[in-house]
């Protein structure tokens, strides 16, 4: 794989929207974080939460914003960690009622320019390796990448608690019985000749 192509999948990972035009982008200029660290404490607009919902594809985000201390890296590089806090509104996936779900997420997260990142290779069925996220023009948008670690920890399949999946209206009992009559050794029981049958012949 060629840089340019490793470039172009290192940026359609990355970038959900053109660079510094994502729904929470916040930009920070290498060149403007001290050697003793700046501190960033951001808390999400009501506009960037609805449109937030529609990226997450749920019924509401409510109260999402981070604190994070910025430091200086070599190579132009930089360091954000601290913490995202959010609330997030989905339909449970057996009630279909609505269920919120709280989440507090401490984060840590590099920052390099983008042709650093273009030279790193991954192994296609690496799914652990964690690349860092790619600078612009010396700048590193520290809130889509604390967007992306949020959207994380969104429960794929939301469920209320203390509630089961029963089935599709079906007792165990019948749900076994279907079961058993589906099966390919039941096909082959039915055709096998019974005793009585061998006798006749």
């Known amino acids: 794989m060629s840089d340019e192509q490793i470039a172009g999948s290192v940026d359609d990972e990355i970038n959900a929207a053109p660079f510094g035009e994502a729904e ?3 930009l920070v200029l290498h060149d403007e974080v001290p050697p003793n660290g700046r501190e960033v404490d951001y ?7 609805s ?13 999402l914003g981070f604190q994070a201390l ?19 509104r989905q339909l449970c996936g057996i009630t279909l009622e609505p ?32 690349l860092p996220e790619a600078m612009q ?5 520290i809130g889509e990448a604390v967007t992306q670690l949020f959207a994380m920890e969104i429960p794929a399949y939301p469920r209320a ?10 007792s165990a009992a019948e749900i076994e019985a279907e079961d058993e009559a589906q099966s390919p050794f039941a096909a082959l029981s039915a055709l096998k000749p019974s005793d009585d049958d061998a006798g006749d012949a």
């Open 99 to 130: 269920l919120w779900t709280d989440i507090e997420q401490d984060f840590s997260a590099e920052f390099q320019p983008q042709e650093m990142v273009a030279k790193y290779i991954v192994p296609e069925d690496d799914f652990e390796t964690e």
């Open 43 to 49: 808390q999400a607009d009501a506009e960037t939460l």
């Open 51 to 63: 449109r937030l919902a529609q990226r997450f594809n749920v019924e509401e985000v409510a109260d």
């Open 24 to 26: 929470m982008s916040l």
């Open 161 to 170: 608690e203390g509630v089961e999946f029963d089935g599709y209206g079906q």
């Open 137 to 141: 023009d010396g700048q590193a948008d």
């Open 70 to 88: 910025l430091t200086p890296l070599d190579n132009n590089c930089l360091h954000a960690g601290g913490k995202v806090t959010g609330r997030v």
